[in-house]
């Protein structure tokens, strides 16, 4: 049983920002500075994912506060709790696991109807078939000076797995671990992929650190948030691998060896 519905929410997630915003317009109260989707999104902006104005959360007075375990602190999380604030923690570390908090998120936090966005997520991903001839190796970069990039265990690394994208650096310890440049070059990847979020790559700012390989310039909404964007996710993520390989990685074709 869905649980009542709140009537004042606050997002300190981007991501569960838009998915509440387009489930359910009105609901918002509160939103970090980040939270830029959708674009005339009306709340008080309460700082960052990582700082954000606790006193501030707490005037708001809200029925929820949604958060996450990776993109928020947890002396934040029981800052909000010790003021009086009903705090909601989601962990994605992968698809089904977002369709699933997502669901507890708006449903069983929210008291909403799942949302046909959700079940179009679902479908859409359902849909998507591996490579006939095999993934390709890639690297997959998140920051620079200094190199992180995609470890074992993420969200982003399972949505690329999906699509014929094998990542290299999966098997690491670290979930987001700092790797010299000169180890990525050496690591067999047969690709780059580089989303332009948290940090901005673009063509003229970090393909050129990787010469030889082709690169893929991806959209990290698109890539890294669980909301509505994982809807025309696969879509969006194969039109980029496509480009960069000069052809589609899932669904088999004749495209080669694509792995080392």
């Known amino acids: 049983m869905a649980a009542a519905r709140a009537a004042r929410v606050v997002s300190l997630v981007p991501s569960l920002t838009e998915a509440v915003a387009v489930t359910a317009p009105g609901l918002l109260v509160g939103v970090t500075d980040w939270c830029d989707h959708p674009p005339d999104l009306d709340a008080v902006r309460i ?3 990582k700082n954000p104005d606790v006193a501030a959360v707490l005037r708001l007075r809200p029925d929820l506060v949604i958060a996450n375990e990776e993109e928020n602190r947890p002396a934040d999380l029981a800052a909000l709790r010790a003021g009086g604030a009903e705090v909601l923690v989601t962990e994605v570390r992968g698809l089904d696991q977002a369709i699933a908090e997502l669901e507890r998120v708006l449903v069983g936090g929210l008291g909403l109807p799942r949302p046909r966005w959700l079940d179009e997520a679902a479908r859409a991903w359902a849909a998507v078939r591996p490579p006939a001839d095999g993934p390709v190796a890639a690297v997959v970069p998140v920051w620079r000076r200094p190199w992180m990039v995609l470890g074992r265990d993420t969200f982003a690394g ?5 699509l014929g994208v094998r990542n290299v650096c999966a098997g690491h310890s670290e979930r987001y671990p700092r790797v010299p440049l000169a180890e990525l070059r050496a690591s067999g990847a047969a690709l780059v992929v580089l989303p332009d979020e948290p940090y901005r790559f673009t063509a003229d700012d970090g393909p050129e650190s990787f010469p030889g390989l082709p690169a893929a310039l991806v959209s990290g909404r698109h890539l890294t948030w669980y909301g509505p964007s994982l809807a025309e ?3 969006v993520l ?3 691998l496509a480009g960069a390989l000069g052809g589609p990685l899932t669904g088999g074709g004749d495209q080669g060896a694509r792995h080392p």
């Open 238 to 240: 194969g039109a980029a």
């Open 47 to 49: 700082g960052g994912t």
């Open 158 to 162: 399972d949505l690329l797995a999906r």
């Open 233 to 235: 996710a696969p879509a």
